[in-house]
């Protein structure tokens, strides 16, 4: 399977996307017929989100069309060479393509060869689950359970920080009350700028920040740029 799985979007001072650029003609390999599955942009249009990722990439010469725009979404699906998953809020990503049969066509176009690219919760979707996204669960997916696209459970936008004054639980606390409900989980803080390649059956972190890996009653393992997670 070849997947991008990009920690955010925007750093600061840069343009939408812009950053993963590079990544992203690395690793398209010839590629240009894109699905884009916008659910996840609720505050924007379906329509605004796919223009929005056009102007974005425009230098990658890429066909990208917007999944809710066709009559026949898995057939799509089956036809592309890219799928490309936006961030937003996850429990809105996850419930618009199970109520649309978008998972497992998904699940196939990858396994067949198309580049699985996606951002924050497009990234968490093609985890086994949903439970570490940041997401405020605004609306009930059926489940928890995603793409599993990677034996990774990832959460986006990683960091530790909590503002002056802040009585609020750290992201780390958070993970932890996690591994106790699943103590056989484990779970990758990914900071922003970060990411993870998969690509000819390896996966590796890539960014100039460190990463940490979370396991239930151990301290969290630092994993730094280039680490191969298999």
């Known amino acids: ?43 924007q249009s379906d329509d605004a989100y796919t223009d929005k990722v056009r102007l974005a990439l425009a230098d990658l010469d890429l066909s990208i069309t917007g999944i809710h725009t066709v009559d026949d979404a898995p057939a799509a699906i089956a036809a592309a060479d890219v799928v490309m998953v936006g961030g ?28 699985y690219v996606g951002w924050s919760a497009g990234a968490n979707l093609a985890c086994p689950t949903i439970r570490t996204t940041n997401d405020m669960p605004i609306i009930d997916p059926g489940g928890l359970d995603a793409l599993n696209l990677v034996p990774l459970q990832i959460n986006p936008h990683f960091t530790n920080a909590l503002p002056t004054g802040h009585q609020g639980e750290t992201r780390e606390q958070r993970i932890r009350e996690l591994l106790v409900v699943d103590p ?4 990758i803080g990914l900071p922003e700028g970060s990411w993870i390649s998969v690509q000819n059956g390896s996966a590796q972190l890539g960014g100039d920040k460190t990463a940490l890996l979370f396991k239930a009653n151990e301290a969290a393992i630092p994993l730094a740029s280039d680490h191969r997670f298999y």
């Open 1 to 43: 399977m070849n997947l991008l799985l990009l920690s955010n979007s925007v750093l600061p001072g840069t343009e939408y996307l812009h950053y993963a650029l590079p990544l992203l003609k690395a690793q398209l390999d010839g590629r240009r017929n894109v699905v884009f599955i916008p659910f996840a942009g609720v505050t």
């Open 184 to 187: 056989a989980l484990e779970v």
């Open 88 to 115: 937003g809020n996850t429990f809105h990503l996850l419930k618009n393509c199970r109520d649309r049969g978008l998972i497992e066509p998904i699940r196939q176009a990858v396994s067949n060869g198309a580049l």
